[in-house]
């Protein structure tokens, strides 16, 4: 535990990096993946699975809490923490990609975006002040400035436009944000699939000697490839001193080739929201529970895992509780997913620490291509 927000890169193997952030509420193992807790759950699971399964942070939706249960009354409750059980580093995103993508936008200018609730139709405004104030008020650990993430493909004018308002709206953020020990408010770094405003939006953002840098304004639509490109292009600009998370990444595959260009964090719903529709991951690949062909085997998912979820329930079980639709079906397959996540995450912390990532790498994509089993 520190009374700061200290990052310890401990190790390299190549471009990965093994690393620790410690903070006052606990240590976070990077290279590191967030489940996210969209509003205050992680989908189908008790938060003791969450940590016993390996999480040692998990993100919080800022467009959903602000919603319901609101700001304000989160801060009366105690806080995020004291309300959803969980002691240990809450990162909450800024509101404003879900702003985007789930609100009825009404408006978009320099003040900030005005919506209206999914929820209710209600209009909203937040400002990059507001989204500060709120992620503080949810007693938010690890804070990301109000930003616009455009998709891709889109036009260069348009993503310029958008990188240099996100830009301004980080400085308002920092100033906003002022001085919390032991909290960090990362930047984010837009710019779409041009290498030219992914160094100018890096450059601006490290003038502000921010605790951390996200990558934003990916996993929206591009290639693979094009995704790590701007992560060849924008790494290296960032002080390497200072953790570097990838915002809604990903795939098993996706992390293990983001972690080679030096990549520290990662959020993603894939492991839960593909669980409740009957996909399982494993060591071996991806299991389409719902296949016909399940139906009558009864071997469990892999008879060699620490997850009670993995190890101890057949597959024929698990189609059956897929094709009825039972609660408990993606409530075993979200648990068996998150914790090849962290299994997976482990895996990589320990190939860096031993300098043998790339060969790690290359294994475990093997392993994948292989494909269903
Ligand atoms: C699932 N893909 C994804 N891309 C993201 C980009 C951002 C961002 N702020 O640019 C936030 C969340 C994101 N989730």
Same mark, same amino acid.
């Given at each position: 535990?520190?009374?700061?927000?200290?990052?310890?890169?401990?190790?390299?193997?190549?471009?990965?990096?093994?690393?620790?952030?410690?903070?006052?509420?606990?240590?976070?193992?990077?290279?590191?993946?967030?489940?996210?807790?969209?509003?205050?759950?992680?989908?189908?699971?008790?938060?003791?699975?969450?940590?016993?399964?390996?999480?040692?942070?998990?993100?919080?939706?800022?467009?959903?809490?602000?919603?319901?249960?609101?700001?304000?009354?989160?801060?009366?409750?105690?806080?995020?923490?004291?309300?959803?059980?969980?002691?240990?580093?809450?990162?909450? $995103?800024?509101?404003?990609?879900?702003?985007? !993508?789930?609100? #009825? *936008?009404?408006? +978009? /200018?320099?003040? =900030?975006?005005?919506?209206?609730?999914?929820?209710?139709?209600?209009?909203?405004?937040?400002?990059?002040?507001?989204?500060?104030?709120?992620?503080?008020?949810?007693?938010?650990?690890?804070?990301?400035?109000?930003?616009?993430?455009?998709?891709?493909?889109?036009?260069?004018?348009?993503?310029?436009?958008?990188?240099?308002?996100?830009?301004?709206?980080?400085?308002?953020?920092?100033?906003?944000?002022?001085?919390?020990?032991?909290?960090?408010?990362?930047?984010?770094?837009?710019?779409? $699939?041009?290498?030219?405003?992914?160094?100018? !939006?890096?450059? #601006? *953002?490290?003038? +502000? /000697?921010?605790? =951390?840098?996200?990558?934003?304004?990916?996993?929206?639509?591009?290639?693979?490839?094009?995704?790590?490109?701007?992560?060849?292009?924008?790494?290296?600009?960032?002080?390497?001193?200072?953790?570097?998370?990838?915002?809604?990444?990903?795939?098993?595959?996706?992390?293990?080739?983001?972690?080679?260009?030096?990549?520290?964090?990662?959020?993603?719903?894939?492991?839960?929201?593909?669980?409740?529709?009957?996909?399982?991951?494993?060591?071996?690949?991806?299991?389409?529970?719902?296949?016909?062909?399940?139906?009558?085997?009864?071997?469990?998912?892999?008879?060699?895992?620490?997850?009670?979820?993995?190890?101890?329930?057949?597959?024929?079980?698990?189609?059956?509780?897929?094709?009825?639709?039972?609660?408990?079906?993606?409530?075993?397959?979200?648990?068996?997913?998150?914790?090849?996540?962290?299994?997976?995450?482990?895996?990589?912390?320990?190939?860096?620490?031993?300098?043998?990532?790339?060969?790690?790498?290359?294994?475990?994509?093997?392993?994948?291509?292989?494909?269903?089993?």
């Amino acid at each position: 535990m520190s009374e700061n927000f200290t990052f310890n890169l401990k190790a390299t193997s190549g471009k990965a990096r093994l690393g620790e952030i410690t903070m006052p509420r606990g240590t976070i193992r990077t290279p590191a993946f967030m489940p996210v807790g969209t509003v205050g759950t992680v989908k189908a699971m008790y938060l003791d699975q969450v940590k016993e399964g390996g999480a040692d942070i998990i993100l919080g939706n800022t467009y959903h809490l602000m919603l319901r249960p609101g700001p304000e009354r989160v801060a009366r409750l105690g806080g995020l923490h004291e309300l959803i059980r969980w002691p240990g580093p809450i990162l909450t $995103d800024s509101g404003g990609f879900q702003v985007m !993508s789930l609100s #009825g *936008l009404r408006k +978009l /200018d320099e003040q =900030g975006v005005t919506f209206k609730s999914h929820v209710d139709g209600s209009l909203h405004h937040m400002s990059p002040e507001r989204s500060i104030e709120i992620q503080g008020l949810l007693d938010s650990d690890i804070q990301m400035q109000l930003d616009e993430c455009v998709a891709l493909p889109n036009e260069p004018r348009e993503i310029e436009r958008a990188m240099e308002l996100s830009l301004r709206w980080a400085e308002r953020c920092r100033v906003a944000f002022g001085n919390q020990p032991g909290k960090a408010m990362f930047g984010i770094v837009q710019g779409g $699939d041009q290498p030219a405003l992914r160094i100018r !939006s890096a450059e #601006g *953002l490290k003038q +502000l /000697d921010l605790k =951390g840098y996200s990558i934003g304004g990916l996993a929206v639509g591009e290639p693979q490839a094009v995704m790590l490109d701007m992560l060849r292009i924008t790494l290296p600009v960032l002080p390497t001193e200072k953790p570097r998370y990838l915002m809604g990444v990903g795939t098993p595959d996706d992390m293990l080739k983001s972690v080679a260009e030096g990549i520290d964090m990662f959020d993603c719903v894939m492991p839960t929201r593909s669980g409740r529709h009957g996909l399982a991951f494993t060591r071996r690949g991806k299991v389409n529970i719902r296949n016909a062909r399940h139906a009558e085997d009864m071997r469990p998912l892999d008879e060699q895992s620490s997850c009670p979820a993995t190890r101890d329930y057949s597959r024929a079980y698990l189609h059956h509780l897929v094709r009825s639709n039972e609660a408990l079906g993606g409530m075993l397959l979200s648990w068996n997913n998150l914790s090849y996540y962290q299994e997976l995450m482990q895996g990589i912390r320990q190939a860096i620490a031993e300098d043998r990532f790339e060969d790690f790498k290359a294994e475990t994509i093997e392993m994948w291509a292989r494909g269903d089993i």
